[in-house]
């Protein structure tokens, strides 16, 4: 995608020369690639990021120096960090969030589109010199194993340290990469990243750099990402949503496969059968918790092989699951030692970067729902004295911990499975007070598809705008597909086809957060979700009974497990109810999404009309 800037009148400083002279690879699009950059962007000086422990004690050292870190108390959190980000630089910027494409159509009606060639120009102009006075940092990473028969391999070139140091744990970065892309002369996605925060000499630097014009700009075509102006998550670390689903549902498109928005579960029973699921929610849904499930029924087992991502590929006609991430980039708030003790322990590790927390007397951390008890004294995430009194939230809500995989717990030995573990079954949920019921199994694999494309969630406080708002999802990817929506979801019908639907994962539809008529939940959620996987994966191996309704097969109260469990029969029923009034309400949410998305599957309108024609019966 880089294309050699029209201005290249300032020589590179002898510096930055050195670190192209000295580059330590042979692979002849990196070197041009990373001098088409550094002649665009200026920089002091480039540093090619080996991923060691050394490089990381340097870099952090560095920034703990600079003001961008501050070291945590070494017995609580063992080299861990906290960072503090601008107030204007905070999470995901959807609105400044492109997908540029060579036709409007290509990125669909879900999307920021812009003409590519336009934004590159754009962007030249922004990026050029945007790392004067500064380091460029050359990160090559893979998503996924690196072993894997097909390694998607990326460089990041980025003038931020703190993204450096957060790559490292998210993906395999460095060395090791380098020489397996050297030696198979691999094919990469570019990912170029600046704060926009040039320094003339003399000028002093700020803790958090960005710039207020925020571009996050994907070329899906190009197999491209520039992203300038934020350091902030997703913005920065392009292996993340940027790459893993954005450019990758792309690649996926073309090459047959899904990149998905997606937890992975391994269910172990009391047989010592074991079974893969993949689920995805939409935001405020109960997705971490989910991943770190702790069952409460007896002699089962649950756990984790990814958090946030599933990359689904088929082998024959069957289809495995990967995590290509390396680590976990969670919210903070919510998470805590009764909701979620398995991401505490992992956190509690050390080797994390915290950002936007809240700071403890003690060089500690804290943010809303971590414990019980709530800190008399904090200094809050903007750096101000912080009490209960206060009237304010000490941790930004959007305050995340970013921590090494690998120290959860609860993390299965076939996350290292290079090319992934065989998926049973796809669960999609939302946050609805009526109308979805406890779970439903789909009659098939096109009607599990409409159940993904309706996807639906209440908004709640944590969104902008009105609380209690029906959102439509499509498979918890709205933000996330890098291409159009209405081609995504005819990938997934044909996916289908080519491989035989009674080949395909089974789906299910789930709802944790239905109401019983005085307003109480009608399902304990948390651990006791257990009670539903089980009765998943007993439909996966055809033992378990169930009811068709109008909107899938059903369990009975008979067919679930609820032994030793307290609810009454008010709650299970109101928990499974399939109301058809309530579902003939919620038809024209169903035709305007479709509406809005112009260009349907057909096969989508016969399941709509399906599901009006069962309701009528």
């Keep these: 995608m880089a294309q050699k800037p029209t201005d290249t009148q300032n020589e590179l400083s002898a510096e930055a020369q050195r670190g192209l002279d000295q580059a330590p690879t042979t692979h002849q699009r990196v070197l041009e ?4 950059i550094a002649e665009l962007t200026q920089p002091q000086r480039i540093h090619w990021v080996d991923g060691s422990e050394a490089e990381w004690k340097t870099l952090t050292d560095e920034m703990v120096e600079s003001g961008t870190l501050v070291r945590l108390n070494q017995q609580e959190f063992p080299n861990s960090f906290a960072a503090f980000s601008d107030p204007d630089d905070v999470a995901r910027v959807e609105e400044r969030t492109f997908i540029c494409t060579k036709t409007a159509k290509g990125a669909g ?11 590159k120009e754009i962007l030249r102009d922004r990026f050029r010199g945007s790392m004067r006075g500064r380091t460029m940092y050359v990160i090559p990473f893979v998503m996924g194993h ?3 028969d097909d390694p998607k391999y990326g460089v990041e070139i980025s003038d931020s340290p703190y993204v450096v140091c957060s790559m490292r744990i998210m993906a395999t ?4 990469v380098l020489k397996k892309m050297e030696a198979t002369d691999a094919f990469f996605v570019e990912c170029l990243h600046s704060v926009g925060a040039p320094l003339q000499p003399g000028q002093e630097d700020v803790a958090w750099p960005c710039n207020p014009s925020k571009y996050i700009v994907h070329f899906p ?3 491209a990402i520039w992203s300038f102006g934020s350091g902030y998550g997703g913005n920065a670390l392009l292996g993340k949503k940027c790459y893993a689903l954005r ?15 997606m937890l992975i579960l391994k269910i172990t029973d009391p047989n010592q059968s074991t079974k893969y699921i993949a689920a995805a929610f939409p935001s405020a849904c109960g997705k971490t918790n989910f991943a770190m499930i702790e069952p409460t029924i007896p002699g089962w087992k649950a756990e984790m092989v990814g958090d946030d991502i599933s990359w689904i590929r088929f082998r024959g006609d069957q289809a495995y699951v990967t995590n290509p991430e390396a680590g976990l980039f969670g919210v903070a708030p919510g998470t805590g030692w009764s909701t979620n003790p398995n991401a505490m322990k992992a956190i509690a590790a050390g080797n994390t970067i915290f950002t936007n927390v809240a700071l403890t007397d003690d060089g500690g951390v804290w943010w809303e729902g971590m414990t019980e008890e709530i800190p008399q004294h904090l200094t809050d995430w903007k750096g101000h004295d912080w009490t209960p009194d206060s009237g304010r939230p000490a941790a930004h809500p959007n305050s995340r911990f970013c921590t090494p995989i690998k120290q959860a717990e609860i993390l299965a030995p ?3 499975d290079p090319n992934g573990v065989p998926l049973a079954a796809i669960v999609f949920g939302g946050r609805r007070k009526t109308t979805v019921p406890l779970v439903s199994e789909s009659f098939g694999w096109e009607h599990g598809v409409f159940q993904g494309a309706t996807l639906s969630s209440e908004t709640t406080a944590a969104a902008k705008g009105a609380v209690g708002v029906v959102r439509r999802d499509p498979m918890a990817m709205l933000p996330f597909i890098g291409y159009n929506a209405n081609e995504y979801l005819q990938h997934w019908l044909d996916l ?12 299910f539809y789930v709802n944790w957060f239905r109401r019983t008529p005085d307003g109480g939940f009608a399902w304990p959620g948390f651990g006791e979700n257990s009670r539903v996987v089980e009765w998943i994966c007993r439909r996966v191996d055809g033992t378990a009974g169930g009811v068709e309704t109008a909107v899938g097969v059903v369990p009975t109260p008979d067919d679930l497990n609820l032994e030793g469990l307290e609810i009454t029969d008010q709650e299970i029923t109101a928990a499974l109810a399939v109301n058809a009034e309530e579902w003939v309400a919620e038809l024209p949410g169903i035709e305007d999404w479709f509406a809005k998305l112009g260009d349907v599957p057909e096969v989508l309108f016969e399941q709509a009309a399906g599901l009006k024609q069962r309701l009528g019966q």
């Design 173 to 176: 970065i460095g060395t090791d």
């Design 146 to 148: 690196l072993d894997a």
């Design 33 to 36: 690639w990373v001098r088409e």
């Design 414 to 416: 076939e996350y290292d």
């Design 221 to 223: 075509e190009d197999r």
């Design 109 to 119: 009606p879900t999307n920021n589109w812009e003409d590519p060639q336009e934004m």
């Design 247 to 261: 450019i990758a549902s792309a690649i996926a498109h073309d090459e047959g496969w899904l990149a998905e928005h």
């Design 496 to 507: 289908g086809e080519s491989h035989g639907s009674e080949n395909m994962p089974k789906v």
